[in-house]
């Protein structure tokens, strides 16, 4: 069984990695805001950010084997 902290750094790393990949991938992060003012990605940035956070993911569960 997995630590819970490590899971937990691993999650929030993975997180600012696909972030920081937004923005250096030449397309940039689009937002979109909501009527009570909250913003988030738009439909096609937050599935690219899926896919970095998922490839991320992926390596560091590899990395542990």
Known sequence: MQNKTM?????EFACDLADQMLELD?????????GDGN??????TQDRF???YSAIME????AKD
């Not at 030449?26 to 909501?34: F, K, L, P, R, T």
């Open 59 to 62: 390596a560091l569960d590899n």
């Open 26 to 34: 030449g397309w940039g992060a689009e937002w979109a805001d909501d």
């Open 50 to 52: 899926e896919q970095y």
């Open 7 to 11: 899971v937990s750094n691993n999650v």
């Open 39 to 44: 913003q988030s990605y738009s439909p096609e």
